[in-house]
């Protein structure tokens, strides 16, 4: 059979040559055929039959070949080996969620929350960041020990420094019951106002395998937080406005809610895959809740299409802690008014 | 009247019939000297053949599963591969759903008692996030009747033919629930609830589980957003990513794959039997990645596992060192895997790209695969 595998050039050649033959000999013989013995019947019948075998088979062959179902015979028969051999390579390290956070340091403030530091790197992004973890005093007492808080996300990769944000947080008179990540870049000054990209970058930086896995998938890890959509939102100021917005409209099955401080300029790539207003136009509107604080415009200039079960919410005046104090409400299924 | 079923495979055998009877009868009519009876003759015979080739063609569609409306085979005819995909628009729905249009048992020789055998759910499955609707049969385990299990969140697996290909064909000829039941019982494997799936969701359209930029179908989002969640939000199954799986043959495989490598916090095992690596474009699928070179990397996944972390779930793949052309690419997709990402192999020595490779592989495949997740 060597030369003539199923799915050979040969093979199919020969049926397609087969066929070809078969039919000029039906029509050539025909004649002879036309009697009315039993002879002639069963010539007629057998011929056709032969004929339509040929042109089966020639076809079954092609698509076969095509298609690449059976590439030998001992296949298409069922005598092929049916051994095989199961190798495992590897094991996926349960801790390995947790060990996205290094150099954890862990101060506490008293009543007024506990702040932790630590340099993260998100296993399916490869990004680098730093974190100030903010617990709200809540976070350890006895009351809540067993409770799982919302978590919000600040995104202050514009200024670098962390610091200020973390003592307004620890300063606030009543803190919302809520874990709040603030994510700078790493103490690089070089990276200041680039950030970390609000999406993949096809051949970029994975700014949503960060924030929508590795950063939710660390911190669930290591705090009572949970890793549903409506334990999570975002804030950022004007500059950095889009990265909250895209979490809450494109990636809303890993973040509900979302805040942006000031005046926000949409993307200028409009009409692509990275303006909210394009993809709110395109697809649904996920059940997610927006907060613009000073937007300095109506909503409808920014973000236009805004429908159920899309809710927007306005404001004047909120700094940081009071939109972590509203995401919070509104995760916990509060008043988003 | 429908594409598949006895109604039109018996029609066609019947009218192939026929045609070699009139040709049998009025044989003599073309027996004449002349062009005229040469082409009769050879319309004659051409005539009948298109009857069989038809026939056997019907046959084997009804067979492998591979359409299963006559409005898929008309889309692809006239190259209409399906639009957008995400008409729902503004439609208010908060959450994505299941709505089980019919149920029935499995039978087994144990019969088909819920409780010793699991339930079979017709089911429409309507995405939230994308807009998306796909046809699921979803197989809930004998456990999942049992009190002992009542309040039990159970592990899951999305389930998916190649392309092109019906769902109903996982169950009566790959025959994933009977498998599963049948591993339960022997105590090799564990429950578990299969959401079984075609990966033709805008069909006849390729979409090969690509969200489609400039608007497209959002393929993979609906396979790893709006499945789970509808499937999460109606029965007693697990949020957990290490509860959730995938699992699927040719582009099924690479689905299942691909969709578990991109949202490793959701899922955390992925079977990928006979599956490629590489981001497919041709003429069933039209332009999944928006003209980007960079877009159609993101969606290869030899490039990703080359350039981009390891994520953290655990795959097996399969494939056989005679037989299938991937064999090469799967050692060096194992290769490149780096931790935390576990790659199982299972390779067999002889066998090709078709159901009955895939049906000797899925018995250890569903074996593993249930004894990945919790």
Redesign the interface.
């Given at each position: 059979m060597i030369g003539f595998g199923i799915n050979s050039k040969k093979f199919i050649l020969v049926l397609g040559l087969l066929t070809l033959i078969l039919?000029v000999l039906?029509?050539w013989l025909?004649?002879r055929?036309?009697g009315r013995t039993k002879r002639a019947?069963s010539g007629?019948?057998g011929l056709?039959a032969v004929?339509?075998l040929a042109?089966?088979a020639t076809?079954?062959a092609t698509g076969n070949a095509y298609?690449?179902?059976?590439?030998?015979w001992?296949?298409l028969l069922?005598l092929?080996?049916?051994?095989?051999?199961?190798?495992?390579?590897?094991?996926?390290?349960p801790g390995?969620?947790a060990a996205q956070l290094a150099s954890v340091v862990t101060s506490g403030y008293g009543a007024q929350g506990t702040v932790v530091t630590a340099k993260m790197t998100?296993?399916?992004?490869?990004i680098d960041a730093q974190l100030s973890i903010y617990l709200p005093p809540q976070y350890n007492a006895a009351d809540y020990a067993k409770r799982d808080f919302p978590a919000v996300v600040v995104d202050a990769a514009g200024e670098g420094d962390p610091g200020p944000i973390v003592a307004k947080l620890l300063a606030q008179g009543n803190p919302a019951a809520a874990v709040v990540v603030v994510v700078s870049t790493s103490d690089n000054s070089a990276d200041q106002g680039s950030g970390i990209s609000c999406s993949?970058v096809?051949?970029?930086m994975?700014g949503d395998l960060f924030w929508?896995?590795d950063l939710?998938?660390a911190i669930n890890a290591r705090y009572r937080v949970g890793?549903?959509a409506d334990d999570w939102g975002a804030v950022a100021d004007a500059q950095n406005g889009t990265c909250p917005v895209t979490f809450a409209l494109e990636d809303?099955?890993?973040y509900s809610a979302a805040a942006v401080l000031g005046a926000w300029q949409p993307p200028s790539a409009s009409g692509s895959?990275t303006d909210p207003a394009w993809y709110l136009k395109?697809?649904?509107?996920?059940?997610s809740r927006l907060l613009f604080s000073d937007l300095g415009r109506p909503v409808s200039q920014v973000l236009p299409g805004v429908?159920?079960?899309l809710q927007v919410t306005t404001a004047t005046g909120m700094d940081v802690p009071a939109a972590v104090t509203w995401l919070t409400q509104t995760l916990e299924g509060g008043a988003a008014a | 009247m429908s594409l598949t079923g006895n109604f039109v495979l018996v029609l066609l055998a019947l009218l192939t019939i026929a045609a070699v009877a009139v040709v049998v009868r009025y044989w003599s009519r073309f027996a004449n000297r002349g062009f005229k009876s040469l082409a009769g003759r050879a319309g004659a015979i051409a005539g009948v053949q298109l009857m069989l080739l038809l026939t056997v063609c019907a046959a084997a569609n009804d067979y492998y599963g591979f359409y299963s409306s006559w409005g898929q085979l008309a889309g692809l005819a006239s190259g209409d591969l399906g639009g957008s995909g995400a008409a729902a628009l503004g439609n208010g729905q908060t959450s994505s759903t299941v709505t089980v249009q019919s149920t029935g048992g499995l039978q087994m020789p144990n019969g088909s008692d819920p409780q010793k055998v699991g339930e079979l759910q017709y089911t429409t499955i309507h995405g939230q996030r994308t807009g998306l609707s796909a046809t699921a049969i979803i197989y809930l385990p004998p456990q999942y009747f049992q009190a002992a299990y009542k309040d039990t969140d159970f592990p899951a697996a999305i389930v998916s033919t190649g392309y092109p290909g019906d769902v109903t064909k996982l169950v009566s000829l790959l025959r994933y629930p009977s498998r599963l039941a049948t591993g339960i019982a022997l105590g090799t494997d564990k429950p578990m609830v299969l959401v079984m799936m075609s990966p033709m969701i805008v069909a006849p359209r390729d979409t090969e589980c690509t969200d489609v930029p400039g608007g497209g179908p959002q393929a993979e989002s609906f396979w790893a957003d709006d499945v789970p969640n509808a499937v999460e939000h109606q029965y007693r199954v697990t949020g957990q990513a290490r509860g959730w799986g995938l699992i699927g043959d040719s582009t099924g495989g690479y689905c299942a794959l691909k969709v578990a490598m991109m949202n490793s916090d959701k899922f955390g095992a992925a079977v990928s039997l006979s599956g490629y690596f590489d981001a497919l474009e041709d003429g069933t699928t039209g332009d999944l990645y928006g003209g980007s070179q960079s877009y159609r990397n993101a969606n290869d996944l030899m490039w990703r596992i080359e350039n981009l972390p390891s994520p953290p779930i655990s795959v097996l793949l399969t494939t056989s060192k005679s037989g299938e052309d991937d064999y090469h690419s799967t050692l060096d997709f194992a290769k490149d895997a780096k931790a935390p990402m576990k790659v199982s192999t299972l390779i067999r020595a002889d066998g090709g790209h078709n159901f009955s490779t895939w049906n000797a592989e899925i018995a250890p495949a569903m074996q593993w695969l249930s004894n990945q997740l919790d």
């Open positions: 039919f039906t029509i025909w004649p055929l036309a019947m007629r019948i056709l004929c339509q042109l089966v076809v079954l298609f690449g179902f059976y590439t030998s001992k296949d069922g092929g080996s049916q051994s095989y051999t199961l190798t495992n390579k590897g094991d996926v390290n390995q969620s998100g296993s399916r992004s490869g993949d096809p051949g970029g994975q929508g896995q939710r998938t890793l549903g809303a099955d890993r895959d395109t697809f649904p509107a996920p059940p429908r159920s079960p | -």
